[in-house]
């Protein structure tokens, strides 16, 4: 249990460790185990000195900042600085947490969600999300990336939080302040690789997977020799999340890129734990992975022999809206061409659940067990930071889309069985992009990284002109979005105007937020029409530019219902006009 110890750190490449403590260098003790801690005596004064600057020497190398190191003043090569996680007087004590099932998220980027782009700023926001109707905010990665901006992905310190946003006890005022109206966090974290800069775990020990590599650098050591350490390091700072942070969820990245061929994966054991603390904080804590694999096990119970996460992201259900509301059709969008893709998301959940994918070039997924799997574990967007962000100019559906279509955009995420979730903006019609950033110091790494975005979206067939530098700080600051938009009676107005009445109505008719796939009956009566039946409430969508008309035995099915909602244009049942979305309830509901 040495790892709990002040000033302790495992470091068993190491023949010596001495701690840097301000001026003073401190020879650590062997504790077994590749362990070395410092003795009691300098625990003791440093604790009474308050925050100090401390680093770590190892066979006379260094310092190098802890591994575990909770703040980081200076950047990320420097010094640690110590933070007391429990000094923070927190306010939710009324909060007792938020399950997943039935909920709306929204995810967020500190530092382009505001001007100020720091957690304050992004309290002052607060309010528009709970009027918005919003349950989750999820917040991307916030640790410790070497530079001053970021996307988060880059980072190497996950027990630190980004000093520039406001450090750890900024995050925490964040996360009290949104406890106390209402919204739950999950924080996006990173387990699958490392940062291009400020990642000094290999000199410490065997962090990562010697010979083994993934799309963003080496793999980390999770099954190979001395991987207990390596396994340790990661769960234990899930589990500082929720205690010292009081985060509600996680997001995990790209948990296909974890490779683990031990018994118990590492996914499992990070249930298996957050489960084990659930129960201690007496508070749902929800665990949501981001896989390629469209694997039903990932979320499985593990009572059931699964894997055991919450939920996990549903990249098919992105693309069948995407490719059928924008008609883009190239690369990874090809298979989802045609209405019968939305057809299969809606009632199944996977639309590769074991088809031919053919951007892969191989069969892909697995069926989704819908008599026993609950709908609303796979979370579901129209648009998000990757599939904004990772498009050549980071342009979002504003870009090519008109109010009507994205109305069916949001209509077909909001609306559905699943747990939707928000792209920051996205509620507004936001006319900025969100655009590949990164601020790295070193010359050579920023040149690197400009020049290989651009090669990427060369090969794809972009003409490299416009693909923006993400070196270069009007990148970043292009993506910050733009607050005064939502003012007046233009589309920004009555596009958020519109989602807050499709979240009001998801609120209101409870089959729309009922789990069961087995309640939700699917029509594509026509080449661009979609008909979404649920008990009590019917979703008629129009994906074209033609009129188009119910058939008769539908059209009689819905004689006498009352209109929910409606965007496009439509007078009655059975004529839908270009780009319609018609809800309608058997009874009428209350404004």
């Known amino acids: 249990m040495t790892r709990h110890e002040p000033f302790s750190v495992w ?80 306010g939710d004590h009324a909060w007792s947490g938020r399950p997943l099932a039935g909920g709306v998220i929204y995810e967020l980027h500190i530092g382009t969600f505001t001007p100020g782009g720091t957690f304050d700023s992004a309290i002052e926001k607060l309010d528009h999300l709970v009027e918005l109707g919003i349950d989750f905010v999820e917040v991307l990665p916030v640790n410790g990336f070497n530079g001053v901006h970021n996307w988060g992905y880059d980072g190497v310190l996950w027990y630190a939080v980004h000093e520039q946003y406001g450090g750890p006890t900024g995050y925490q005022r964040f996360v009290d302040a949104c406890h106390q109206r209402g919204l739950a966090v999950i924080q996006d974290v990173v387990y699958n690789h490392l940062g291009p800069s400020g990642n000094y775990l290999p000199k410490f020990g065997p962090y990562l997977h010697d010979g083994s590599s993934n799309t963003w650098g080496a793999s980390l050591n999770l099954d190979g020799e001395e991987s207990d350490a390596v396994r340790d390091y990661i769960v234990d700072n899930v589990l500082s999340w929720f205690t010292d942070m009081h985060v509600d969820g996680l997001r995990l990245d790209a948990v296909h890129a974890l490779r683990d061929d031990r018994a118990t994966h590492i996914l499992q054991e990070m249930a298996i734990q957050t489960e084990r603390v659930s129960a201690r904080l007496n508070k749902p804590l929800t665990l949501i992975a981001e896989s390629d694999r469209n694997d039903p096990r990932t979320i499985t119970p593990l009572e059931a022999g699964g894997i055991g996460m919450a939920g996990q992201w549903s990249d098919d259900f992105h693309h069948a809206v995407h490719a059928n509301v ?4 190239d690369g990874y969008y090809s298979d989802f061409a045609g209405i019968e893709s939305l057809v299969k998301v809606l009632t199944r959940g996977f639309f590769h659940d074991g088809t031919y994918s053919s951007f892969r070039g191989h069969h892909h997924g697995a069926p989704i067990d819908t008599l026993r799997t609950p709908a609303w574990r796979l979370v579901v967007c129209n648009q998000n930071h990757d599939q904004i962000g990772n498009r050549a100019i980071g342009d979002r559906l504003t870009a090519t889309l008109d109010e009507n279509q994205l109305a069916l955009a949001a209509g077909l995420t909001l609306l559905s069985p699943f747990t939707p979730m928000l792209f920051m903006g996205e509620e507004w019609a936001a006319s900025t992009p969100w655009q590949f950033f990164t601020s790295h110091p070193e010359p050579e790494l920023g040149t690197a990284t400009a020049e290989g975005r651009i090669a990427e979206f060369a090969k794809l067939g972009w003409d490299p002109s416009i693909v923006p530098d993400p070196q270069d700080p009007e990148t970043f600051e292009r993506s910050k979005l733009q607050w005064g938009e939502i003012e007046g009676d233009g589309i920004h107005g009555r596009t958020l105007e519109l ?86 309830t058997r009874t009428h509901l209350a404004a």
């Open 326 to 329: 924008t008609g883009e059709h």
């Open 499 to 584: 989602y807050r009445r499709l979240i009001h109505l998801r609120r209101s008719i409870p089959s729309i937020t009922d789990p069961s796939f087995r309640d939700v009956t699917v029509h594509a009566p026509a080449e661009t029409l979609l008909v979404v039946e649920r008990p009590d409430v019917a979703i008629l969508v129009n994906l074209g530019a033609d009129t188009v008309e119910l058939p008769d035995a539908l059209a009689a099915r819905y004689t006498g219902w009352s209109e929910a909602l409606v965007s496009g244009d439509y007078t009655a049942t059975p004529t839908l006009g270009a780009h319609t979305l018609v809800v309608l």
């Open 11 to 90: 470091a068993p490449r190491a023949d010596t460790a001495e701690l840097v403590l301000g001026s003073d260098t401190v020879v650590l003790e062997p504790a077994g185990d590749g362990w070395f801690v410092a003795p009691a005596d300098t625990v003791a004064q440093a604790s009474a000195a308050g925050d100090v600057d401390y680093g770590y020497l190892l066979d006379g190398e260094g310092p190098f900042p802890d591994p575990r190191s909770r703040r980081q003043p200076k950047g990320v090569h420097e010094l640690s600085r110590t933070w007391d996680a429990s000094a923070y007087a927190w």
